[in-house]
């Protein structure tokens, strides 16, 4: 149980052109959702965190209106690169929470690698 | 600060060797929770480990093992008779209770390399 299903696993889009990510969750409700950046040989770095029907919380330095976030149900949360350049080319991961015994658990996406070209 | 820290970034063993990768991290919390995830060349995350802050036992599962110790703030992983397949990055992690959505703090990784 607890899957979490990123889509697409890589992506390869032109500069200016807008890409989404789709990350569900199959099997359970997820009542949190965070969007992680990694660039290569580095830790992750969350970008913003996601709670079912509000905005999504973004930490300092990431920009909001370049990284939407939608948080719509308790099953799907996406993020768009808006207008993407090259320097977005990155490795961007999901993760999920959900409340009662799985409280505290953190459930990841496969991963969605997307370059800029 | 550095909650979590991962000293050692790159680590090379021969195959069959035991590894230990180390993980001190930093909390005023009492209630937290520890992850150790396994990150292969994929990307994919694997997870491995959750402890709570309250159960201080060691835990083994096949190969690997785990030291916690809330005197050092530590939770080491230990991995025996290492394998090729056990190359990746290790992360190790903390959850807070009170630090809103339990949101993950991240070391910065070990590069584990188990060479043939």
């Known amino acids: 149980g607890a899957v979490v299903s990123q889509h697409p696993s890589w992506v390869i889009c032109k500069s200016g052109t807008s890409v989404k990510i789709e990350c569900r969750s199959l099997?359970?409700?997820?009542?949190?959702m965070f969007w992680y950046r990694q660039f290569p040989k580095q830790s992750l770095m969350l970008m913003a965190t996601s709670n079912e029907g509000s905005k999504a919380t973004y930490e300092q330095g990431v920009e909001k209106d370049k990284f939407l976030i939608n948080h719509a149900s308790l099953t799907l949360s996406t993020l768009t690169v808006t207008s993407a350049h090259p320097e977005d080319s990155s490795f961007y991961i999901c993760s999920a929470r959900t409340g009662g015994t799985l409280l505290g658990e953190a459930f990841f996406g496969q991963g969605t690698r997307l370059t800029v070209v | 600060a550095q909650k979590v820290t991962q000293a050692q970034t790159e680590i090379s063993v021969v195959e069959k060797e035991d590894v230990t990768l180390d993980c001190v991290y930093e909390t005023r919390d009492t209630t937290y929770y520890l992850f150790w995830y396994k990150q292969p060349p994929s990307g994919e995350l694997v997870f491995l480990i959750r402890?709570?802050?309250?159960d201080e036992q060691n835990e083994i599962s096949g190969r690997y093992s785990w030291n916690f110790q809330k005197s050092t703030s530590s939770f080491n992983f230990t991995i025996t008779a290492s394998q090729v397949v056990d190359s990746a990055v290790y992360f190790c992690?903390?959850?807070?209770?009170?630090?809103?959505?339990?949101?993950?703090?991240w070391g910065a990784g070990t590069k584990l390399i188990i060479k043939p």
């Open positions: 992690a903390l959850s807070e209770i009170l630090r809103s959505n339990y949101q993950l703090i």
């Open positions: 402890r709570n802050s309250f």
């Open positions: 099997d359970f409700q997820a009542t949190t």
